[in-house]
């Protein structure tokens, strides 16, 4: 066990990459199991309030603490196994998604959720639900987790697969390993149409693997996981195109999302008709933030919207050809259309999209003032009604804003960029009036960053008391005393 008490070195735990600062004298770092159940067992004698640090690339603040003690997974860090035949891998809560990205990769497998963050740690994507572009194909992560290893708040140890127990008459029973029976009142709320990662995931056909994760770190520490990962398609081929018109380019993204509906349900090597894997967009605002960096992007362009297809090999001449017939029926410019058929060249994409987040981080640091950016997401058919309230609403308000999102879930990053005390107020209150706007369509709060603490005031706006009254019940199942992930979610 390392303890770390350096008031310098806590600093580097007292934050995450939404700058949310916390307060803590200590960090424990344990480096076996054993370890995690001996001191939180202490922890729980002493009744010590936990929070649990990952890599520190969350946006809610989720791992900064507000009191107690820091427990940091960074050093249970492995892939303990994996099984090529079955497509599992067991992995340790400190891992980090490009460590396994990588190692997949090498064996020609790869791992479908694809969280924009590579450097993020595999616990607290768990933690969160998290997604990312290819979640329109392949869903989040709680599809693709099987098993988990969770140590409760007093020490004991449970092993839960998402194959065997499922809610029943509004209970879940899990027993530790220690023989002790944990019997949680499950009361289903209503989940929204969209991908979310907001509160606990409570459904009639849910497991006790759906309960953990999505928690945020509020119901027990996970310590070991078993991941289902996918072979790599034969071939993939990405598409950035340009708009010169916004409403031509809803119409592109309607339409491709629902060909791709249809198509993704079919094996990819038999498909030749459109079927994405993925559909980003970036409206003009963060296109103008790189042109300097991309000068090759057209200079009328209002938007781009970035697919990805898998496919086989003897298909790709049906395949671009699908691609390109679609694309030149709902733009000008159809022919400045970047192509990506390679490794190196679906690496600039990537790199592409990840330059304008980091743009923006730059320009906060400039303007000295917080963003406010949405997570949210709504039902698909709502997208456009959405997308266009919140344009509209951002241009009058005269406040410098940037959009991204995956489009293809309806899932929608809108961040805006005060310069001034006035402007910031302002965004506040337009960042309101879009969380506001979302539940009002059917959506969610969060798509994919979780709730943490900067968000937990608006969950009332998704759920009712009677719906958060039954998270804390739970809460309370399974942590009497409220140590793990103090001030997530909810006080």
């Known amino acids: ?89 067991r992995v340790q809560p400190g891992l980090l998604l490009s460590e396994l990205e990588k190692e ?22 768990i933690s969160n639900n998290a997604s990312g572009s290819r979640t329109f194909k392949y ?128 094996d990819y090597a038999s498909v030749k008709e459109i079927s994405a894997s993925l559909i ?39 395949v671009l050809g699908s691609w390109f017939d679609i694309i030149k029926e709902f733009t000008q410019l159809a022919d400045s259309t970047w192509v990506s058929l390679n490794e190196k060249e679906h690496k600039k994409f990537r790199e592409f999209r990840h330059a304008i987040p980091s743009k923006v981080v730059d320009l906060v640091a400039r303007n000295n003032f917080k963003k406010y950016g949405t997570d949210t997401a709504v039902p698909v058919e709502k997208f456009r009604e959405f997308y266009t309230f919140v344009v509209d609403n951002f241009e009058s308000s005269g406040i410098e804003y940037v959009i991204w999102g995956h489009v293809g879930n309806a899932h929608l990053h809108a961040n805006l960029l005060p310069k001034t005390v006035n402007e910031f107020e302002k965004s506040r209150e337009l960042f309101n009036l879009v969380l506001y706007k979302a539940v009002e369509l059917g959506g969610t709060i969060s798509g994919e960053h979780g709730i943490g603490k900067l968000k937990k005031e608006y969950m009332h706006l998704m759920f009712g008391n009677d719906d958060i009254d039954a998270m804390k019940v739970i809460r309370r199942a399974l942590d009497s005393h409220n140590l793990l992930g103090r001030g997530n979610l909810f006080d």
């Not at 370890?35 to 946006?59: C, D, F, M, R």
């Not at 997949?104 to 791992?111: C, I, M």
């Open 1 to 89: 066990m390392i303890v770390k008490r350096d008031r310098e070195i806590l600093q580097n735990y007292l934050s995450d990459a939404s700058n949310y600062r916390g307060n803590a004298e200590i960090v424990y770092i344990p480096q076996n199991l054993q370890e995690v159940k001996e001191i939180i067992s202490k922890l729980y004698q002493e009744k010590t309030p936990i929070t649990i640090s990952g890599a520190g690339t969350g946006l809610t603040g989720g791992r900064v603490p507000n009191e107690g003690v820091i427990l940091s997974m960074e050093y249970l860090n492995k892939i303990i196994e994996i099984n090529y035949s079955k497509r599992l891998v």
């Open 104 to 125: 997949l990769n090498f064996h020609g497998y790869f791992f479908p959720p694809n969280p924009t963050e590579i450097n993020s740690s595999i616990g607290g994507n």
């Open 139 to 266: 869903g989040s992560y709680r599809k693709f987790v099987r098993e988990l290893t969770v140590i409760l708040s007093n020490g004991d140890k449970l092993v839960l697969d998402n194959s065997n127990n499922y809610l029943k008459n509004n209970e879940l029973k899990l027993v530790s390993e220690e023989g002790d029976i944990y019997l949680v009142p499950v009361k289903p709320v209503k989940l929204p149409d969209t991908k979310n990662a907001a509160g606990y995931y409570l459904s009639e056909n849910m497991t006790d693997v759906d309960l953990f994760v999505g928690s945020e770190g509020t119901l027990g520490v996970v310590v070991e996981a078993v991941l289902e990962f996918l072979k790599m398609p034969e071939r993939i081929a990405g598409f950035m195109t340009f708009f010169d018109n916004v409403d031509n380019m809803l119409n592109y993204v309607e339409k491709v999302r629902k060909l791709s509906l249809l198509n993704n349900k079919k």
């Open 280 to 318: 980003e967009l970036f409206d003009k605002n963060a296109l103008n933030l790189i042109r300097n960096k991309y000068p090759q992007i057209p200079e009328n362009a209002k938007s781009c919207i970035w697919t990805e297809q898998e496919y086989s090999a003897e298909n790709e001449e049906y």
